[in-house]
């Protein structure tokens, strides 16, 4: 990356990592158990919920419990079940007609990222009527209070029901997208780990995968305080104890703490920001609809290993924290135990270390995709240009070394 570029990304980046203790950022409350949904509705003087999910979770009857809460206490509400692995912009549209034709005043996300950001796209609109999703892509653009919305997850990775992001695909152009704004952190998070005990071992690890992906960016980024730092090591640290137990054994405690790492690593990374592993796994997501926590997954090592020496000392600080070395220990030694710590547990996930799908000549473009995502955005420990990036996809479709 040249000077000039280079020297504006850091400037933008110092500018808002200054602003960061000013800007309206909130923890969401939390709630532990789904049959609080409908108290907490009548509470906020609500009266009709939008209930926003996919089919997977909505036909193994996760959200049946919520839907007799709301029976019980006498709430009307309506679903909308249709959301896809990577939402599209056809999907906010659908659900945003839904919540219009029913009357509804608030929305209740259920499941994973996926129906969050929608729901939050749907939230969006409804805050900003004249406007489309495309028109609301990036920074600071909803300004305007959404519907309640109560989030749901399903799955411990995400860490969607704390941020302020909503990534869509665009249905036409299949160019993936994030929207960004404060107005977009759910007001309620719904941490009840009944609901992931039904989830098969490979989306327990993927999306944990994810939640340390969130953990390990925010905190190795240059854009972290002291409390986005603590969540992250925090985070960090539950996912190498329970993850490997929640993915085997199935345990209600490793599945709980799961919920709660990826609960923290939301918590870092909407503040601290994310780096180049989202960037180049939005745009898989968006060509080739790689599962998101499956691309950072296989992403993660790969763009750890190309920091290089950028990250050792932040790596050796997760090592040590996470007992994988002491403070006397090289600081090349303890990062790189860091990095094979996580390349062993996609192996005893059977997640790939390369993808074979990606094809040559589409490097380009989702390089380009990946440079304007990132780029001054992430404050990232090594700034890329779009030529380094295109080497990343290449080394991780198994064309370099």
């Given at each position: 990356m040249n000077f000039f570029k280079a020297a504006y990304c850091r400037i933008f980046q110092g500018v808002f990592k200054l602003a960061l203790p000013f800007l309206p950022y909130k923890n969401p409350k939390t709630v532990?158990?789904?049959?609080?949904?409908?108290?907490?509705?009548?509470?906020?003087?609500?009266?009709?919920?939008?209930?926003?999910?996919?089919?997977?979770?909505?036909?193994?009857?996760?959200?049946?419990?919520?839907?007799?809460?709301?029976?019980?206490?006498?709430?009307?509400?309506?679903?909308?079940?249709?959301?896809?692995?990577?939402?599209?912009?056809?999907?906010?549209?659908?659900?945003?007609?839904?919540?219009?034709d029913c009357g509804c005043d608030c929305l209740i996300a259920f499941g994973g990222g996926s129906p969050m950001d929608c729901a939050k796209g749907v939230g969006a609109l409804v805050a900003r009527p004249k406007k489309t999703l495309s028109d609301l892509r990036g920074i600071l653009k909803v300004k305007k209070k959404i519907p309640l919305l109560i989030a749901v997850p399903t799955t411990a990775g995400t860490g969607s029901e704390t941020t302020l992001a909503c990534v869509i695909v665009d249905s036409k152009t299949r160019h993936k997208y994030a929207i960004n704004d404060f107005p977009l952190i759910p007001s309620y998070a719904v941490l009840d780990e009944e609901v992931t005990m039904s989830l098969p071992p490979k989306i327990v690890a993927t999306t944990g995968m994810d939640a340390l992906t969130h953990a390990i960016e925010a905190y190795v980024g240059k854009s972290g305080n002291r409390f986005t730092r603590r969540d992250a090591l925090e985070a960090i640290n539950i996912i190498f104890n329970n993850l490997e137990i929640s993915y085997s054994e199935k345990t209600r405690e490793a599945r709980k703490n799961m919920l709660i790492a990826s609960h923290k690593a939301g918590r870092a990374f909407s503040k601290a920001y994310v780096g180049y592993v989202h960037a180049v796994a939005h745009s898989l997501g968006g060509k080739y609809d790689t599962p998101h926590g499956?691309?950072?997954?296989?992403?993660?090592?790969?763009?750890?290993?190309?920091?290089?020496?950028?990250?050792?000392?932040?790596?050796?600080?997760?090592?040590?924290?996470?007992?994988?070395?002491?403070?006397?220990?090289?600081?090349?030694?303890?990062?790189?135990?860091?990095?094979?710590?996580?390349?062993?547990?996609?192996?005893?996930?059977?997640?790939?270390?390369?993808?074979?799908?990606?094809?040559?000549?589409?490097?380009?473009?989702?390089?380009?995709?990946?440079?304007?995502?990132?780029?001054?955005?992430?404050?990232?420990?090594?700034?890329?240009?779009?030529?380094?990036?295109?080497?990343?996809?290449?080394?991780?479709?198994?064309?370099?070394?």
């Amino acid at each position: 990356m040249n000077f000039f570029k280079a020297a504006y990304c850091r400037i933008f980046q110092g500018v808002f990592k200054l602003a960061l203790p000013f800007l309206p950022y909130k923890n969401p409350k939390t709630v532990s158990s789904l049959k609080d949904i409908a108290k907490v509705i009548k509470s906020e003087k609500k009266y009709k919920p939008l209930l926003v999910t996919d089919k997977t979770v909505y036909g193994l009857g996760l959200c049946s419990s919520t839907e007799e809460s709301l029976k019980a206490e006498g709430i009307e509400y309506c679903v909308y079940s249709d959301v896809v692995a990577n939402p599209t912009s056809d999907n906010v549209d659908r659900a945003l007609q839904i919540y219009k034709d029913c009357g509804c005043d608030c929305l209740i996300a259920f499941g994973g990222g996926s129906p969050m950001d929608c729901a939050k796209g749907v939230g969006a609109l409804v805050a900003r009527p004249k406007k489309t999703l495309s028109d609301l892509r990036g920074i600071l653009k909803v300004k305007k209070k959404i519907p309640l919305l109560i989030a749901v997850p399903t799955t411990a990775g995400t860490g969607s029901e704390t941020t302020l992001a909503c990534v869509i695909v665009d249905s036409k152009t299949r160019h993936k997208y994030a929207i960004n704004d404060f107005p977009l952190i759910p007001s309620y998070a719904v941490l009840d780990e009944e609901v992931t005990m039904s989830l098969p071992p490979k989306i327990v690890a993927t999306t944990g995968m994810d939640a340390l992906t969130h953990a390990i960016e925010a905190y190795v980024g240059k854009s972290g305080n002291r409390f986005t730092r603590r969540d992250a090591l925090e985070a960090i640290n539950i996912i190498f104890n329970n993850l490997e137990i929640s993915y085997s054994e199935k345990t209600r405690e490793a599945r709980k703490n799961m919920l709660i790492a990826s609960h923290k690593a939301g918590r870092a990374f909407s503040k601290a920001y994310v780096g180049y592993v989202h960037a180049v796994a939005h745009s898989l997501g968006g060509k080739y609809d790689t599962p998101h926590g499956l691309a950072n997954a296989v992403l993660l090592p790969v763009v750890l290993r190309e920091y290089g020496k950028s990250v050792y000392k932040k790596l050796k600080k997760i090592a040590v924290f996470c007992e994988l070395a002491d403070k006397k220990s090289n600081t090349a030694n303890a990062a790189l135990k860091v990095i094979e710590k996580i390349e062993n547990m996609n192996k005893v996930f059977g997640i790939p270390e390369k993808f074979d799908f990606i094809r040559r000549e589409d490097i380009p473009q989702l390089a380009a995709y990946a440079e304007k995502e990132a780029n001054p955005l992430y404050p990232v420990p090594h700034l890329w240009s779009r030529k380094k990036l295109e080497e990343i996809y290449l080394k991780a479709g198994g064309y370099a070394n």
